[in-house]
């Protein structure tokens, strides 16, 4: 047998050595792993994975698998063993490594981020939002005398990785409307009458152009604030720590108003 023959032989032999793990894919584990093998956005070790779990599926041998693709043949052996394991789509992600100990302790982060859910205004600046380089700022100072020495050193890119990971917002405020008028749906059916009795009046109108009636005439009555002095209804809410949520009902402060009206129709 010449020596050609014989690499071939042993390539078979160990190929066949190899096919001791069976790896079970269901249709979306398949559909996820060709899409992530498609992708040209994904990290590189994950495609790659990817193409090994789907590769190995149709040829379950870790060194010809191994040969085809350019890899050893281990790195194979440990993708589909953590495939059989942890799952298909699991074992594409690489694993936790133990890195550098943290060094602001759980307690700091939550007495950042209660922090960061106040007004700045109750802790005496003029702000009405937090920015995170005043909060850095403020978590600086008095973050030591508070028990958290950690704090000392604090950063405005750490402050934002902080909130970011509870998603937390202080720089954005959403509104709100609370509708506490009991009477509001008799009222706003009222008025959707009025306007739904103008729309018939004015296709009485249109029918009946040849015989003149009695004129009709319907005006807008409201009642505007001459002075721009306005504060909201009810006090900010701070139950959602994402963002803090603001009124939109607003009140006139100022003792000054103008009476506006106008025709809605004359028929």
Not at 22 to 44: H, N
Not at 61 to 85: D, K, P, Y
Not at 187 to 216: F, H, I, Q, W
Request: glycine share 6%.
């Amino acid at each position: 047998m010449c020596a050609g023959g014989i690499e071939d032989e042993g390539l078979k032999a160990m190929a066949a050595w190899r096919r001791a793990i069976e790896v079970s894919l269901g249709d979306a584990d398949v559909e996820g792993l060709r899409s992530i093998a498609q992708s040209r956005t994904e990290p590189a070790s994950r495609v790659e994975r990817a193409r090994i779990l789907l590769a190995y599926r149709e040829d379950p041998s870790f060194f010809a698998l191994g040969r085809a693709l350019g890899l050893h043949h281990q790195t194979v052996q440990r993708c589909v063993e953590r495939a059989v394991v942890e799952g298909p789509m699991a074992a594409l992600d690489d694993r936790p490594r133990p890195g550098k100990e943290p060094t602001i302790t759980i307690e700091a982060k939550a007495w950042l981020t209660s922090l960061a859910c106040r007004k700045a205004k109750e802790l005496g600046y003029p702000h009405e939002l937090w920015t995170t380089r005043l909060l850095a700022r403020h978590a600086r100072e008095h973050g030591p005398a508070e028990g958290h020495a950690c704090l000392a050193n604090l950063a405005q890119g750490t402050v934002c990785k902080i909130l970011d990971q509870e998603e937390v917002k202080p720089h954005k405020v959403r509104y709100y409307l609370e509708q506490r008028d009991p009477e509001f749906a008799e009222k706003m059916a009222e008025v959707l009458c009025v306007y739904r009795t103008v729309k018939l009046l004015k296709k009485a109108a249109v029918a009946s152009r040849k015989k003149p009636g009695d004129p009709v005439a319907i005006i807008s009555y409201d009642e505007k604030p001459g002075i721009q002095a306005v504060a909201t209804t009810a006090p900010d809410c701070l139950l959602n720590p994402a963002c803090m949520r603001r009124s939109r009902a607003i009140m006139n402060t100022s003792a000054t108003a103008r009476s506006a009206c106008w025709p809605v129709s004359t028929c």
